[in-house]
């Protein structure tokens, strides 16, 4: 079965420390495309990060960055220097690179901030 | 600016009512999907297509219809047999190349009421 689970539905954080999201997913093929969706409250969803999974160097984009463990089929998100607009809903999801346009979504790990 | 657009922002139904959700983008993305978030839980997959004239359902396609006559626009109709239709509708799109997939880009959703 295609999966992805968050097992941390709820986490805080003091602003400007720093915080992992933990994502597993479950899957037999060997490429896909892993991704980090942010939904502020405003709703509207923004990619963060994303990974290929045949690169085996983690993603990194300014204070956001991966841990992605292929063989523990793990994909974490570390966020540092955490800032108060970092407070959202946090999606993990990956899709194959072949025989499916369809993308696996996990529930949503809420972060919340705290100054 | 390219980009999704979603329309209503807010809509309310009466119970029997077939209502029409609006989707347009202007991304040239052959892809595109329909999904359902309710309050606490994560995106659930109603519809997608993958080019004009085709589409496919998804995990809760029962009691919604789509339509896909065009490139940019992908309508859903949630019908008097769903069941529970109050929720947050979001509709997003991807390229949807054969080999080559990217993030998928969002609207900013449509709140569903029944009344």
């Known amino acids: 079965a295609q999966t992805v689970t968050q097992s941390q539905p709820e986490m805080s954080v003091q602003e400007a420390e720093t915080v992992t999201l933990s994502c597993t997913y479950d899957?037999?093929?060997?490429?896909?495309?892993l991704f980090w969706y942010k939904q502020p409250p405003s709703r509207q969803m923004i990619l963060v990060i994303r990974?290929?999974?045949?690169?085996?160097q983690n993603a990194t984009e300014n204070r956001f960055s991966v841990n992605f463990q292929k063989a523990a089929k793990s994909f974490s998100l570390k966020i540092s220097d955490s800032q108060l607009g970092d407070a959202a809903m946090y999606f993990c999801?990956?899709?194959?690179?072949?025989?499916?346009?369809?993308?696996?979504f996990g529930t949503g790990t809420r972060l919340k901030v705290l100054a | 600016d390219g980009g999704i657009t979603q329309s209503p922002k807010y809509l309310f139904r009466k119970e029997g009512q077939n209502v029409t959700l609006s989707c347009e983008q202007n991304?040239?993305?052959?892809?595109m999907y329909w999904y359902r978030q309710d309050p606490g839980q994560g995106l659930r997959l109603i519809y997608y297509?993958?080019?004009?004239?085709?589409?496919q359902k998804g995990d809760i396609a029962e009691g919604y219809s789509v339509s896909r006559e065009k490139k940019e626009s992908f309508p859903l109709t949630v019908t008097s047999a769903q069941k529970n239709p109050t929720a947050f509708y979001l509709c997003?799109?991807?390229?949807?190349?054969?080999?080559?997939?990217?993030?998928?880009?969002f609207g900013p959703g449509t709140r569903l009421t029944v009344l």
């Open positions: 997003a799109s991807s390229i949807g190349s054969s080999g080559y997939y990217n993030e998928q880009f």
């Open positions: 899957t037999s093929e060997s490429d896909y495309y």
């Open positions: 990974q290929e999974a045949y690169k085996q």
């Open positions: 999801a990956y899709i194959l690179t072949s025989g499916t346009y369809k993308y696996i």
């Open positions: 991304l040239n993305h052959d892809a």
């Open positions: 297509s993958q080019i004009v004239n085709d589409f």
